[in-house]
């Protein structure tokens, strides 16, 4: 009842033609069908854009070992707790890999992992702790793949950096998430809320080191291709102009 009295009120107030709306994937896009937005003039821009100069692509690490990498907010809603049960798995079946939490918990929101969990998570050796950091870029650089296996996204900003840095990612199959890789070229998507399904997942790129690496040279060519702050810039700033003409 409530989808269906806000979905009334933004027909009313918003189904014009001088209005305009960008969205960054399709499933929020459904907005308009449910609003019936029929006069307004729809945009799609894939995320908020990436300076592809601070996180260059440089080659993947030599070591043998794979080095999987989470860098988010340390809530549940990024997936945190499959991705620690999916670290251990992968562990007990034997492979050569290195999980890594990379971001902080949030002690206000409610979803947070706690410092304790983090602790005995790290005292259990199934996954390696990295705070936040500035520097994503040279944290990036040490990873194979990127992994967010979140519950939902606008537009995973952890996804973008990532093509940048040209490390193929592992992610949800869900809004935002499933629109920010190519499945099978940049990265393999997972169902959401499964750690049974996200290490298998993992696993085909942690045997195929070639695999890894050829995705994440074709992350790095679709970022360059779709994630260029300039040109998400220079998108917005057409939108504006365009819909400031429609007023006139």
Same mark, same amino acid.
């Given at each position: 009842m409530l989808r269906r009295l806000i979905n009334r009120f933004m027909n009313l107030g918003l189904n014009r033609r001088d209005a305009s709306f960008i969205f960054?994937?399709?499933d929020d896009a459904r907005m308009v069908q449910f609003a019936r937005l029929d006069k307004a003039t729809i945009y799609m821009i894939g995320g908020s854009g990436v300076d592809l100069g601070a996180i260059p692509m440089h080659p993947h690490p030599a070591?043998?070992?794979t080095i999987v990498g989470l860098p988010a907010r340390l809530l549940r809603d990024k997936g945190?707790?499959?991705f620690v049960e999916a670290a251990t798995q992968i562990r007990d079946r034997g492979h050569n890999a290195r999980f890594i939490l990379i971001g902080d918990p949030d002690p206000i929101n409610p979803t947070s992992v706690t410092p304790a969990e983090l602790d005995a998570w790290v005292a259990d050796g199934a996954i390696e702790?990295?705070?936040y950091t500035r520097d994503i870029a040279s944290m990036l650089a040490a990873l194979h793949i990127v992994a967010l296996p979140s519950y939902r996204e606008g537009f995973p900003k952890t996804i973008i950096d990532a093509s940048a840095a040209g490390r193929a990612s592992v992610t949800s199959d869900v809004p935002g998430?499933? &629109?920010?890789?190519? &499945?099978?070229?940049?990265?393999?998507?997972s169902p959401a809320k499964d750690a049974a399904a996200l290490a298998n997942t993992l696993e085909r790129l942690i045997l195929d080191r070639d695999r890894c690496v050829a995705m994440g040279k074709a992350a790095r060519q679709h970022a360059e291709a779709f994630f260029d702050i300039r040109d998400v810039t220079m998108r917005?700033?057409?939108?504006?102009r365009e819909t400031e003409n429609r007023r006139r």
């Open positions: 960054q994937n399709r070591d043998s070992t945190v707790y499959e702790w990295r705070p998430c499933r &629109d920010a890789i190519i &499945d099978g070229v940049t990265g393999l998507l917005h700033l057409e939108i504006y």
